[in-house]
């Protein structure tokens, strides 16, 4: 999830960090020929992408766990609503079987 940078602080080991909007934080090190980031360099360079989007990898998994979690809720309350009406037709058409598979293949987007 693309998040703006609102600072840099350096760690333990002076590598500059990226403070994030969400509150995350994450490194930008200029490190040849892996990470070429010439800026992370210079004060000037830092000041210069202020604002600027970086992918946040920390709100991307909190978004997957939630959407995980979400569709644990809704089978587990699906099963619990199919359970009480005591409808067996749905079983028959396929229904059920086609719900949980559109589930499934919503949670593996």
Known sequence: MKQKIQGY?????????????CGHAQHVRHDPPWMERLWVTTKEGRDSRID??????RCDEAKQALKRQ??????QLMVEAY????ISGLCEEGRWEAALSALDRFENT
């Open 52 to 57: 600027a989007e970086l992918n946040c990898v």
């Open 9 to 21: 602080h350096q760690d333990s080991e002076n590598h500059w960090v990226a403070e994030l909007e």
């Open 70 to 75: 979400i569709i644990k809720e809704c089978k």
């Open 83 to 86: 359970e009480s009406a005591g």
